[in-house]
Structure formats: C-alpha cells, structure tokens
C-alpha cells in the first residue's frame, strides 16, 4: 500500500509561482527516480521533470530555467518549485515514484490524484 498525496495547485496570474508538494506514504523501503508529468485538456501527458534518489535531474525544455525539482528523501516528499509560469503551463499536473516496497523488495511505479495549476489573469 502506498500513497502519493499532491498539493500545491492553484490559480496564479502569469509571471506568478507555485510550488508543488507531493509526499509519499505506505510500505516504503526506498524511491528512485520522482517527477512530475502534467496534462492539459486534448493534450498527451508529458514529462515536466524527473529527478534521481541521488539528485540528478532532468527537465522538459518548456520549463527549463522557469522550474526546479528538488526532493526531500528523509519526508519521502518531491516538489516542484514553478516561477515565471505562463498560460500554456496551465495544467493538470501529476507526481510519480517509483517505489520500491519494504520487505518484498518490489519496484511500482506509483501516480498522485493530480493537482489542478491555472495560469490565468
């Protein structure tokens, strides 16, 4: 049993930030590679950014320069911190793990409900 609970999302106006939480909870033994996918209406899910359980990170070229990803491994918890944000960022965004389960050793790949980010004036 495991859970990626998200929170963060809102309405912001253009050049705004918001930052994204999303914290993981159940049998956890450890997580590897997190990130954040985001979805807009009659779009495909795409990657926003991923980032290692050593810290390497990747990221979207939409977003380069305007977002960072960052974890805290001790709260189980990645973020997204998102500046300068725009309309066309205006999605739903959902966070991933990939969780490997205590005792079994097993690696999921685990989705967060998605959280709504409006970018609107």
């Known amino acids: 049993q495991v859970q990626l609970v998200e929170s963060g999302g809102g309405l912001v106006q253009p050049g705004g930030s918001l930052r994204l939480s999303c914290a993981a909870s159940g049998s956890i033994f450890s997580i590897n590679t997190m990130g954040w996918y985001r979805q807009a209406p009659g779009k495909e899910r795409e990657l926003v950014a991923t980032?290692?359980?050593?810290?390497?990170?990747n990221y979207a070229d939409s977003v380069k320069g305007r977002f960072t990803i960052s974890r805290d491994n001790a709260k189980n918890t990645v973020y997204l911190q998102m500046n300068s944000l725009k309309p066309e960022d205006t999605a739903v965004y959902y966070c991933?793990?990939?969780?490997?389960?205590?005792?079994?050793?097993?690696?999921?790949?685990?989705w967060g409900q998605g959280t709504q980010v409006t970018v609107s004036s």
């Open positions: 991933n793990a990939a969780v490997i389960f205590r005792y079994s050793g097993v690696s999921y790949n685990h």
């Open positions: 980032i290692t359980s050593g810290g390497s990170t």
